[in-house]
């Protein structure tokens, strides 16, 4: 692998502030400059003639820009949707699955969830009567066999809805999906995976991992402009699988109900192609290898500097690391006061969560970062332990 082309050598192909030490690519992702300029090529194209680009050529292009996706995706290009991002798949699907819920049905997910996706399921069983449940997975965790012993546990004859997490978003965790899909399948549990985080951080094989429902972002980690994610449903469950708006399509099918739900701007959408190319030619594995050599190495740091060991094996860590700061706080004030400092005083944009009782910190690490901006942060995450 030649590393030497990726951080600060390939920097100016984002529009990020040089100033700034931006470990959080996890929160939006971070867009190239030349997906952002095909995406305007897009908008233009548009512009020249609205109605004969919505009337006669749309509906191809979407469809051709979600075979290129699902290809990467290894899914069908029909099973694929594009949605603005993944609180909306999250969302058409709670809504889809609404009327079929009974009163003491339980919609299950762990306590690492995220807040968006909480805020949703509980919307859902306010609605219908059923029973938000959340599962404790503790942080630190040994091994990922933990989130499969404690969701085994937690199941019953009443949970009718799973939503796990491909990628937690406060810890940075890989969760074992299929193991979990396998075993809420077993006892006809209907499972989505919110795959947030996952598309360009881990291989993935939607199709085989046998869910009803995944989602994911294109826009976090594969380049794409912001807004811009997917839908992919199992064949079985497309019939009763709605988008959030509905529109002309109604009725006509999955691939057209989502396809059209209202004028909008769809470039982001037509521009997925461009972000996977851009990661395609960096080459995936290099790309893989840079960034969770990255994330290991900030794992390993903040744990020196703040006395701990890593708080999960390797095999759960992708491209993000989150540490806990412990004695520093619980409360969301304690982490955006920590988050506020780290950025005025010294530059360093990294999230910190209010998580379980205590604080989190979590790095991300993409390309254009280098071990350097990990130590920094590690040098002063260190200097406030010994002093506060
Ligand atoms: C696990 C998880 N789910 C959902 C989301 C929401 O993503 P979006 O804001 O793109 O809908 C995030 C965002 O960080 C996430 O980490």
């Not at 219908?128 to 969701?151: K, N």
Request: aromatic fraction near 10%; charge should be negative.
């Amino acid at each position: 692998m030649r590393t030497d082309r990726f951080g600060r050598a390939i920097r100016s192909e984002w529009l990020l502030d040089p100033k700034v030490v931006f470990l959080n690519n996890g929160s939006f992702g971070a867009t190239p400059i030349e997906v952002l300029e095909t995406q305007h090529q897009w908008q233009l194209r548009f512009e020249q003639e609205p109605v004969e680009f919505v009337g006669r050529h749309l509906h191809r292009e979407l469809r051709e820009a979600a075979q290129t996706m699902a290809r990467f995706l290894s899914a069908q290009g029909d099973d694929v949707v594009f949605v603005e991002n993944a609180t909306t798949g999250v969302n058409a699907v709670l809504r889809s699955i609404a009327p079929l819920l009974r009163p003491g049905d339980q919609l299950l997910t762990t306590s690492h969830v995220y807040n968006a996706v909480r805020r949703a399921m509980q919307h859902t069983a306010a609605l219908t009567g059923a029973e938000y449940v959340e599962v404790q997975v503790p942080f630190p965790i040994a091994s990922s066999d933990v989130v499969v012993e404690v969701v085994s546990a937690a199941l019953t004859g009443r949970t009718r809805f799973a939503l796990f997490d491909h990628v937690t978003s406060p810890t940075g965790l890989i969760f074992p999906v299929k193991q979990l899909i396998e075993i809420c399948r077993e006892r006809g549990i209907w499972v989505m995976i919110d795959g947030a985080h996952a598309p360009g951080m881990i291989p993935l094989n939607v199709a085989a991992l046998g869910a009803d429902w995944y989602t994911g972002n294109f826009h976090k980690w594969l380049f794409a402009p912001k807004g811009c994610a997917f839908l992919w449903t199992a064949p079985e469950r497309q019939s009763i699988t709605h988008p959030v708006v509905i529109s002309h399509g109604y009725g006509g099918g999955y691939v057209a109900e989502f396809d059209f739900t209202g004028t909008k701007d769809w470039s982001a959408y037509l521009s997925a192609p461009a972000g996977l190319a851009f990661l395609q030619r960096l080459n995936v594995e290099d790309v893989r290898r840079y960034n969770r050599g990255l994330a290991l190495y900030s794992q390993r740091v903040l744990a020196e500097a703040l006395g701990t060991v890593p708080a999960a094996p390797p095999d759960m860590i992708a491209y993000l690391a989150a540490v806990p700061l412990v004695g520093w706080g619980s409360s969301i004030d304690d982490a955006t006061t920590i988050h506020d400092r780290l950025f005025d005083e010294y530059r360093i944009e990294v999230p910190v969560f209010s998580f379980d009782d205590m604080l989190v910190l979590r790095t991300a690490s993409q390309v254009y970062n280098e071990q350097d901006e990990y130590d920094y942060l590690a040098e002063t995450l260190a200097q406030w332990n010994i002093a506060d």
